[in-house]
């Protein structure tokens, strides 16, 4: 059983399009994560989300939007693709909401967009 | 805030020979320090992490680091590679008593296990 799922796995798209990525985690862990991997292997947070809250939101585009229908899933929704779009996206887990924590990770969705 | 640097991007390695992966991290409080592998195509998962106590962590796969607090520094060794451990390794740290799990991570070093 994966512990952390994403799909798509690839996603390739035009500039200006809506697309969503969706993440389910079957730990039964009370918090996600979305991160975005650059073309030169940089993470980065993007979001998190406790119980359903949103309790981080970095300096990331509103085009952007997180939305999580219940605890064991957090998708990203993006609208208006841009170039610069084009990385890696994970989504991660973790049993609480502390930094000590262990965060799981999925494998990706790589999302090129032309 | 917080900031990691990982000195080497790149470090091959023959099999068989031990390894060293160095992070150092910059913090004006204490932190908690964590090492990710990478394997390619493949999402993060954990090689070991330091909380307290014991200085020398052990981790999966026979890797373990240091926390040195006076050279701000978590360096992670494996005295003999095997072609498997090839990947990306992430040091990432979060704040003592932070509430929010957000990790920083460093830049990665790429481990290339050549025969």
């Known amino acids: 059983d994966t512990a952390v799922s994403q799909t798509p796995k690839y996603l390739v798209t035009q500039m200006g399009n809506d697309k969503s990525i969706k993440c389910e985690q079957n730990?039964?862990?009370?918090?996600m994560y979305w991160y975005k991997q650059d073309s030169k292997k940089f993470l980065k947070i993007m979001f998190s989300?406790?119980?359903?809250?949103?309790?981080i939101n970095e300096t990331v585009p509103n085009r952007f939007s997180p939305k999580s229908p219940d605890k064991a899933h957090l998708n990203l929704h993006i609208n208006s693709l841009e170039l610069g779009d084009s990385a890696v996206y994970f989504c991660?887990?973790?049993?609480?909401?502390?930094?000590?924590?262990?965060?799981?990770f999925g494998p990706g969705t790589r999302l090129l967009v032309l | 805030a917080q900031s990691v640097t990982q000195l080497d991007s790149q470090v091959p390695v023959f099999e068989e020979a031990p390894v060293e992966l160095r992070c150092n991290y910059s913090?004006?409080?204490?932190?908690?320090l964590f090492w990710y592998v990478q394997y390619p195509n493949q999402g993060l998962q954990l090689l070991l992490k330091?909380?307290?106590?014991?200085?020398l962590v052990k981790g999966i796969n026979g890797f373990e680091a240091e926390f040195n607090k006076s050279q701000t520094s978590f360096h992670l060794r494996k005295p003999s590679v095997h072609i498997s451990d090839t990947a990306e390794y992430f040091c990432?740290?979060?704040?003592?008593?932070?509430?929010?799990?957000?990790?920083?991570f460093g830049k990665g070093t790429k481990l290339s296990v050549k025969p």
């Open positions: 991660a887990s973790s049993h609480w909401v502390q930094a000590q924590e262990t965060q799981y």
């Open positions: 730990l039964g862990h009370d918090t």
């Open positions: 989300y406790n119980n359903k809250e949103l309790i």
């Open positions: 913090s004006s409080v204490s932190v908690y």
């Open positions: 330091y909380l307290s106590g014991s200085t």
């Open positions: 990432a740290v979060s704040s003592y008593g932070g509430s929010q799990g957000n990790l920083i």
